[in-house]
């Protein structure tokens, strides 16, 4: 079965993080896919210096709102799993601190982590923050869910938290009128934002991404 670990950015965010991210994934025998967003091809090819078991795509696009950058990897993912079984969609600025067991996606078609809204929140944010985008586990019987989710996003348009809410909502479609999907809750070791000693991804969320452990981790995983 041909598994990826994946993750989208724009080509800055990748020269910061894309090394790290997909250095660390080959490590532990994990492949890594990147899509980039509208990079210069003359600057920026000259400085990959990647695993050789590394993909990397591009994603040709004049949008430049944070918003597009974070929901690009969902908007793409059908493509990505026209060569891959298996999908385990991530942020770039994460790494890798042990293998993925697969196993833990054994029959089920998507994974996503659920958790209580954030406290004080209203509204959109209440429904948003019900999803940890940080990681999203697709295999190809998961065609319709995407192609729902990518809808529900277009529909919405580049409003932050749309690809979380999109991904609440289109999972309660999916789970409440029984349309045949097989859903497992996402392990929290993979979206570990606390940077547990059982994490198997380290996620660095806003100020988290410079503490000196999350750093030191992540030259030493990379």
């Given at each position: 079965?041909?598994?990826?670990?994946?993750?989208?950015?724009?080509?800055?965010?990748?020269?910061?993080?894309?090394?790290?991210?997909?250095?660390?994934?080959?490590?532990?025998?994990?492949?890594?896919?990147?899509?980039i967003i509208s990079p210069n091809p003359d600057l920026f090819l000259?400085?990959?210096?990647?695993?050789?078991?590394?993909?990397?795509?591009?994603?040709?696009?004049?949008?430049?709102?944070?918003?597009?950058?974070?929901?690009?990897?969902?908007?793409?993912?059908?493509?990505?799993?026209?060569?891959?079984?298996?999908?385990?969609?991530?942020?770039?600025?994460?790494?890798?601190?042990?293998?993925?067991?697969?196993?833990?996606?054994?029959?089920?078609?998507?994974?996503?982590?659920?958790?209580?809204?954030?406290?004080?929140?209203?509204?959109?944010?209440?429904?948003?923050?019900?999803?940890?985008?940080?990681?999203?586990?697709?295999?190809?019987?998961?065609?319709?869910?995407?192609?729902?989710?990518?809808?529900?996003?277009?529909?919405?348009?580049?409003?932050w938290f749309v690809d979380q809410v999109a991904l609440w909502q289109?999972?309660?479609?999916?789970?409440?009128?029984?349309?045949?999907?097989?859903?497992?809750?996402?392990?929290?070791?993979?979206?570990?934002?606390?940077?547990?000693?059982?994490?198997?991804?380290?996620?660095?969320?806003?100020?988290?991404?410079?503490?000196?452990?999350?750093?030191?981790?992540?030259?030493?995983?990379?």
């Amino acid at each position: 079965m041909s598994s990826y670990i994946f993750a989208s950015c724009d080509e800055k965010y990748f020269m910061e993080h894309g090394y790290h991210f997909a250095n660390s994934a080959a490590k532990q025998g994990v492949r890594a896919w990147v899509d980039i967003i509208s990079p210069n091809p003359d600057l920026f090819l000259s400085k990959i210096r990647l695993p050789d078991a590394a993909k990397i795509t591009f994603t040709e696009s004049t949008e430049t709102d944070r918003t597009f950058y974070a929901c690009n990897r969902f908007l793409v993912i059908d493509k990505v799993l026209k060569e891959a079984n298996e999908v385990l969609i991530t942020d770039v600025d994460c790494f890798l601190r042990k293998p993925i067991d697969w196993l833990d996606f054994k029959d089920c078609d998507y994974s996503l982590y659920l958790r209580e809204s954030l406290p004080g929140t209203v509204g959109w944010e209440k429904e948003g923050t019900k999803v940890g985008a940080g990681a999203v586990y697709f295999t190809n019987a998961a065609e319709e869910f995407i192609k729902t989710l990518k809808a529900q996003m277009l529909r919405y348009g580049l409003i932050w938290f749309v690809d979380q809410v999109a991904l609440w909502q289109v999972h309660r479609h999916f789970n409440e009128n029984n349309l045949g999907l097989r859903f497992r809750e996402m392990p929290f070791k993979y979206i570990d934002w606390e940077f547990g000693s059982d994490g198997v991804i380290w996620t660095g969320k806003g100020a988290r991404k410079v503490q000196a452990n999350y750093l030191e981790e992540r030259e030493r995983a990379s």
